[in-house]
C-alpha cells in the first residue's frame, strides 16, 4: 500500500473583500484532517470606548465594520437602554428596525452574489473577476450566464438598499440614525412611500433572482448538502424588538442535537489560549483585551467565544433553525439557502413595518444614563449572534466588550483542544486535488467572513504551499 501524502496549504485570503486572515489546512491523501483559522490584525476597538461618552457608541463601533456596521450601532443602543432601563418609543423602534433591516438585505445579497456565488458559477473573463479560482465549474452555459446576469443586477441592488437605509439614517454604511433611544428622524408620507418604491425593487430581486439562482447550485453541487456540517450546536439572539417587554420577531436560543434550547448570556464566556492576548477563559461583562503578541502557542488575534464551555457556530442558518423556517441541514449549501430565505422574510417585515409607521407619533426619547452602570446588548447581526457588553463609571465608558458572529465562527482552538465551528467543519471533507482544495474554500466562506483592513505580519515557522483559492 502506497503511503498517503500529507502536505499544508494556505487559504489567502479568505474572503473576496477582505485580504488580513488565513486558513491553513492539513490534507493526508484526499481528506482534511486538521484546519487552522488565523486572523492577521488586530484594533483594539474595545480600548478605544474606554474614557468616551456612553452615547458615543452607536456611533464608534458602526466603524468596527463597513458591511455589517448598523448591526454594531443597535447592540450599542440596546446596551445603554438595557443599562438605562429606557422606554422606547414604539415609533423609534419600527424605523430603527427598518434601517438595521435593509441593511441586513444588502449583506445578503453583497455576501451570496459577490462573496460567495463566484465559487459556483464562471464569472465574467475580466479583471477584477479572474483569475478563476477553479475549474470545478458545473452549471450549462445558460444557468451560469443566468447567474453572470444576477451577479452585475446584485450590484445595483446594494447600491439601492443603501439608498433605502440612507433615506431614514443620513448615510450608509455608518448610518447616523443609530442611538440610544429611537430614532432620530420625524416620518413623512413622501419618505415612507419612496422607500416602499424602492423596496420593492429588492422585494423582486430576491423572490425573481436570488432564490432560484440558490436552487439551481444547490442542484450542479449537491454534496454540499453534506459537506460542511461541524458540531452542529447553532446559537442566536433575539432579533428585531417590536415592544419594550421583550417581544422580537426572532427569537434567541440554541440549538443541540436538533433540538432548540434556552439562552442564557450568563454562561458566555471567551476563551484566550490560543489567541494572542494575556489572560485566560473570562466572560465578557468583565473579560480584559490585553494584547501578548510572542504568546506561545497561539495563532489568531481572534478570541475563542464559547457557551458552557463548548464551540457554537452562529448565522443566518441558526437564526432560520431556531424560528423554523429552515430546518434541511446544517451543511455549506444551507447556510448558502438560510440566507437567501431569511432575505424574503425580512423584506416582507420592511414592508409591513413601512405601512405600520404612525406620521406624527414619536420616534425617540433622550436616555438618562446612571453615573455607574452594567448594560447588554444583543441581537442577530447579519453574521449571526452580535453581542456588547458596557460598564460605566463616573459618566463614561470603563469596560466595553464585543463578541462578533465572526468570532464565535471563526475562532481559533480553546484550553481543551476544540477547534471553532469553522475549524471543525472543514475537518474530514474530502478534496478531488489535494494542491487546490476547491471544497475548503466553498465551506469556509459559507460562513460569511467578516474581517477589517488592517493587515499585520506574522512569521512562518514552517515552509507552506500556498494558493489563493
Known amino acids: 500500500m502506497s503511503k498517503e501524502i500529507k502536505k499544508t496549504i494556505t487559504i489567502n485570503p479568505i474572503a473576496r473583500v477582505h485580504g488580513d486572515a488565513t486558513m491553513t489546512l492539513e490534507i493526508k491523501g484526499d481528506k482534511i484532517i486538521r484546519a487552522r483559522t488565523t486572523s492577521l490584525y488586530v484594533r483594539g476597538f474595545e480600548k478605544i470606548l474606554v474614557g468616551r461618552d456612553p452615547l458615543d457608541a452607536p456611533y464608534l463601533t458602526q466603524r468596527i465594520c463597513g458591511i455589517c456596521s448598523a448591526a454594531h450601532g443597535v447592540a450599542a443602543s440596546l446596551a445603554l437602554e438595557n443599562m438605562a432601563q429606557a422606554k422606547v418609543p414604539n415609533n423609534g423602534l419600527l424605523l430603527r428596525n427598518i434601517a438595521f433591516a435593509v441593511d441586513i438585505i444588502m449583506n445578503h445579497i453583497t455576501f451570496l452574489y459577490v462573496l460567495a456565488l463566484p465559487d459556483y458559477f464562471r464569472p465574467p473573463s475580466v479583471s477584477p473577476l479572474v483569475p478563476n479560482p477553479t475549474k470545478d465549474y458545473r452549471l450549462p452555459a445558460q444557468y451560469n450566464q443566468q447567474l453572470g446576469q444576477s451577479y452585475l443586477q446584485a450590484l445595483t441592488m446594494r447600491a439601492i438598499a443603501h439608498q433605502l437605509a440612507a433615506l431614514w439614517s443620513g448615510k450608509a454604511p455608518h448610518q447616523h440614525g443609530m442611538l440610544a433611544g429611537g430614532f432620530p428622524l420625524p416620518p413623512t408620507a413622501e419618505r415612507v412611500l419612496e422607500s416602499l418604491s424602492l423596496l420593492a425593487q429588492l422585494k423582486g430581486f430576491i423572490i425573481d433572482r436570488m432564490l432560484p439562482d440558490l436552487e439551481l447550485v444547490g442542484e450542479f453541487y449537491p454534496e454540499y448538502w453534506l459537506l460542511g456540517q461541524g458540531y452542529g450546536r447553532l446559537i442566536s439572539y433575539p432579533t428585531f424588538p417590536l415592544d419594550n417587554r421583550g417581544t422580537t420577531v426572532f427569537k434567541g436560543g440554541r440549538v443541540v442535537a436538533g433540538k432548540v434550547l434556552p439562552l442564557c448570556p450568563d454562561k458566555i464566556t471567551e476563551d484566550v489560549t490560543r489567541s494572542w492576548y494575556r489572560g485566560g477563559e473570562e466572560a465578557p461583562a468583565t473579560g480584559h483585551t490585553d494584547i501578548e503578541p510572542d504568546k506561545d502557542g497561539a495563532y489568531s488575534w481572534i478570541k475563542a467565544p464559547r457557551y458552557q464551555g463548548l464551540p457554537y457556530e452562529t448565522g443566518p442558518l441558526a ?151
Request: hydrophobic residues 40%; glycine residues 8%; charged residues 25%.
Open 319 to 469: 437564526r432560520m433553525w431556531i424560528n423554523g423556517y429552515w430546518r434541511r441541514g446544517l451543511s455549506a449549501l444551507d447556510r448558502l439557502m438560510a440566507r437567501a430565505v431569511e432575505a424574503k422574510l425580512i423584506v416582507n417585515l420592511i414592508e409591513d413595518w413601512l405601512n405600520q409607521i404612525q406620521l406624527r407619533a414619536p420616534t425617540f426619547k433622550p436616555i438618562k444614563l446612571p453615573r455607574e452602570g452594567r448594560g447588554l446588548g444583543l441581537t442577530g447581526a447579519m453574521r449571526g449572534a452580535l453581542g456588547h457588553w458596557v460598564e460605566i463609571r463616573g459618566g463614561r465608558i470603563a469596560h466595553y466588550q464585543i463578541i462578533t458572529p465572526s468570532a464565535w465562527n471563526y475562532s481559533p482552538a480553546d484550553a481543551k483542544g476544540q477547534p471553532g465551528p469553522v475549524e471543525k467543519a472543514l475537518e474530514k471533507t474530502p478534496v478531488a486535488d489535494p494542491d487546490n482544495p476547491v471544497e475548503a474554500g466553498r465551506i469556509l466562506r459559507s460562513f460569511d467572513p467578516c474581517y477589517s483592513c488592517a493587515v499585520h505580519t506574522v512569521t512562518a515557522k514552517q515552509e507552506k504551499l500556498w494558493r489563493v483559492l
